[in-house]
């Protein structure tokens, strides 16, 4: 019996569309190809509400296409701000990069590829490394997060430098690139 033969016999035809929880806070679209969804536009933040079709099968998609998606200019509503040695820095906080590349690099992994202590304990860096599989190839880029020891605002040191090396990874695939960018102008 085909995949779903059973189903659609027992719901009378139609097969049933998994739900998963919505990412982004864009409208479900009605189409005949996968649904995908979109970034919210700049007066939406909910990221908890609604659900979205989850496509079942081809959700890879060519690399060109998933970096051209990751290289889109992330809403400034996703996007935060801290100081840091009195310089205002914008980021992308790690759980919103994960949504991102979830939704539009739906293959993508990842993996912690070092974590060093500087020779006097002070800091602790990692090296962390984002892999991307397209149908057609597979790239990955790695970067390194840096935290201090003593630094303790955000979760330990280790948690902090390795989210910094996440994001820079995952910019050096695209994704919130231009923040890095707009400092220069």
């Known amino acids: 019996m085909a995949p779903g033969a059973l189903a659609r016999i027992l719901i009378g035809g ?9 990412p982004f806070a864009a409208k479900a679209r009605v189409s005949r190809r996968s649904q995908e969804p979109d970034f919210p536009s700049e007066d939406e ?9 989850a496509p079942t099968e081809g959700i890879s998609k060519p690399l060109a296409e998933v970096l051209r998606e990751l290289g889109k200019r992330v ?9 840091d040695d ?16 979830n939704a539009h ?6 993996e912690v590829r070092s974590i060093v202590y500087s020779s006097d304990g002070k800091s ?4 962390y490394r984002v892999t991307l599989h397209g149908t057609d190839a597979e790239i990955y880029r790695e970067a390194t997060g840096t935290a201090s020891v003593d630094d303790t605002s955000y979760g330990d040191p280790v948690q902090k430098a390795e989210a910094m090396a996440f994001r820079r ?13 707009e400092d220069m102008s």
């Open 45 to 53: 933040d909910n990221f908890g509400g609604g659900e979205v079709t």
């Open 169 to 181: 990874a995952c910019a050096r695939l695209g994704l919130g690139l231009h923040l890095y960018h």
């Open 14 to 22: 139609r097969t049933p569309t998994p739900l998963l929880a919505r």
């Open 75 to 83: 809403p400034e509503s996703l996007v935060k701000t801290r100081v």
């Open 105 to 110: 690099a739906p293959e993508w992994s990842g």
């Open 124 to 127: 602790v860096s990692v090296v």
């Open 86 to 101: 009195g310089f205002t820095i914008k980021y992308i906080p790690w759980h919103i990069v994960n949504k991102i590349m």
